[in-house]
C-alpha cells in the first residue's frame, strides 16, 4: 500500500466512525405497509401512495395513486428504500406520502445528513440488494436493515459531500432533459418533413394521409428486396481491430467485428425477432448482416436514398408490426406492402441530410450526458467511502 493510501485510510479511521442504520442516533427505519385496496385512488384523496420501485424517479417518485386512509408514512426527506424485488433502489420523498410494503422509510437521525444518507444507501445498493432472500424474490426486513453497517464523517462533511453529489446529479439530470427534448425535437421536425416536404407544395389526400401534391406513394417492395442476413461469421470479436476490421450487424446494431464482409456498398438494416425487432439502421459498405436481420442485397430502385428511407421506417415505429408470440417476429410478407411517402431524390437527400444533423445533435448530447453520469458515479464512490474528502471549511453547493 502506498503511503498516499495509507495517509488516507488513517485519516478516515480518524474522522468516520463505523455504525448499525438503525441506531437511534443514526436513522429510524419504517417499513411500509399495505393499506385496504379499497382506500387506493387516483383523484388526489389523501396522501401520495409509492408501493415500491415502479414509482421511483431519477430521485424522486412520480405519484400515480393517493390512499385515503395510509398505514405507514414517510416524512419529506426521509430516504424511500424498495425492500421488495429488487432491493436496493432508493429515492428521496419530497412531501408526506404512504408506503406500501415494497419500500421502507430511512429517517435521519441526530448524526445523519438525509442527503447524505440517500447517497450513502445509493453507493450501498449492491451489497444491500445481496442482503436479500426469499425463494420466490428478493426481499429484506426491518432487523437486517437497521443493523446494516455504514461509515459516517461528522455531519457537517457529510452535508459538503452531499452538496457536491446534489451538483453533479442535477447536471445529470439536466442533461437527460436535454437528450430527451432534443429526441422530441426530432421526431417532431421528421414528421412535419414526411407530411409537407421542403418546398411548401400544396398538399393532397393519399392512403396514408396528407403528402405533397409531388410526391408520390410507393410500397417497400416497389424500393427495396430485402432478404434475411446470414449466420455469424466464423471469426467474431468484441473489439475493432486490423484483423477484423469489418462490423457485425444484427437488429440491435453492431454486434461484434470480423475479417469477412457480406455487403460492398450501404444497406438498410432491420431487426426481425427478439426485443429488438423492426429497429431500423443503415450499416456502411463491407458490414456482415446477421440472420437476425433483414437486408438489401441489391441497390435500391427508383433513385431512392437509404437515408431517407431509414428515416422514414425508423418514423413508423416497424414494431408495432409484429407478430406477438414467444418470440415477436417481423417478415418480408409484413414489410413489403408497407406504403412509402416518396419525393424525388434531391428532396429525399435533403430530408436525409436534415435527419442526419438531428441525429449528431442527440449523439453529441448523449455522449455528454454519458460523461456526466461516470463521474457521478465516480464521485459518489470516492466521496461516501472517504478515499476523496471534502474538508469542511468548504461550504456545500446549494442544492434542493
Not at 91 to 99: F, S, T
Request: aromatic share 6%; glycine share 8%; hydrophobic share 40%.
Amino acid at each position: 500500500m502506498s503511503t498516499d493510501a495509507v495517509s488516507v485510510t488513517a485519516a478516515v479511521e480518524a474522522a468516520w466512525k463505523q455504525h448499525r442504520l438503525g441506531e437511534p442516533e443514526v436513522s429510524e427505519v419504517v417499513m411500509g405497509q399495505s393499506p385496504p385496496s379499497e382506500t387506493y385512488n387516483r383523484d388526489g384523496v389523501g396522501l401520495p401512495f409509492f408501493q415500491g420501485k415502479v414509482d421511483f424517479g431519477s430521485r424522486n417518485p412520480s405519484v400515480r395513486l393517493w390512499c385515503s386512509a395510509p398505514a405507514k408514512i414517510a416524512q419529506p426527506g426521509d430516504v424511500l428504500l424498495s425492500v421488495r424485488a429488487p432491493v436496493g433502489d432508493v429515492n428521496m420523498a419530497a412531501e408526506r406520502c404512504c408506503i406500501g410494503r415494497g419500500l421502507a422509510a430511512v429517517r435521519a437521525g441526530a448524526l445523519s445528513d438525509p442527503e447524505f444518507l440517500f447517497y450513502l444507501l445509493l453507493h450501498h445498493k449492491p451489497d444491500l440488494d445481496g442482503l436479500g432472500s426469499g425463494a420466490i424474490f428478493k426481499a429484506v426486513n426491518r432487523e437486517t436493515l437497521r443493523s446494516f453497517q455504514v461509515l459516517l464523517p461528522a455531519v457537517d462533511e457529510q452535508r459538503a459531500i452531499a452538496g457536491v453529489l446534489s451538483t453533479l446529479q442535477t447536471a445529470v439530470e439536466v442533461q437527460n432533459r436535454i437528450v430527451a427534448t432534443l429526441k422530441e425535437l426530432k421526431a417532431a421536425t421528421m414528421a412535419r418533413l414526411f407530411r409537407e416536404g421542403l418546398r411548401g407544395e400544396p398538399l393532397r389526400e393519399t392512403e396514408i394521409g396528407e403528402i405533397p401534391a409531388s410526391w408520390r406513394v410507393l410500397r417497400l417492395v416497389d424500393i427495396v428486396k430485402l432478404s434475411s442476413g446470414r449466420a455469424r461469421p466464423q471469426h467474431l470479436t468484441a473489439d475493432k481491430t486490423a484483423a477484423t476490421p469489418f462490423p457485425v450487424w444484427g437488429g440491435n446494431g453492431v454486434m461484434g467485428y470480423s475479417d469477412e464482409f457480406l455487403t460492398s456498398r450501404e444497406v438498410l438494416v432491420i431487426g426481425r425477432v427478439g426485443a429488438y425487432c423492426g429497429a431500423v439502421h443503415l450499416a456502411p459498405p463491407r458490414s456482415w448482416i446477421t440472420d437476425n436481420a433483414l437486408y438489401n442485397p441489391e441497390p435500391p430502385r427508383e433513385n431512392a436514398d437509404l437515408r431517407f428511407l431509414s428515416e422514414y421506417l425508423s418514423y413508423r415505429k416497424l414494431n408495432q408490426l409484429r407478430r406477438t408470440g414467444a418470440q415477436p417476429l417481423i417478415t418480408q410478407g409484413t414489410l413489403e406492402p408497407l406504403p412509402i411517402p416518396f419525393p424525388e431524390e434531391q428532396e429525399q437527400q435533403e430530408i436525409g441530410r436534415a435527419a442526419r444533423l438531428l441525429q449528431a445533435s442527440i449523439g453529441f448530447a448523449s455522449q455528454v450526458l454519458a460523461a456526466r453520469q461516470v463521474l457521478f458515479v465516480a464521485c459518489l464512490q470516492d466521496l461516501v467511502s472517504g478515499a476523496v474528502r471534502v474538508t469542511q471549511s468548504l461550504e456545500a453547493p446549494k442544492h434542493a
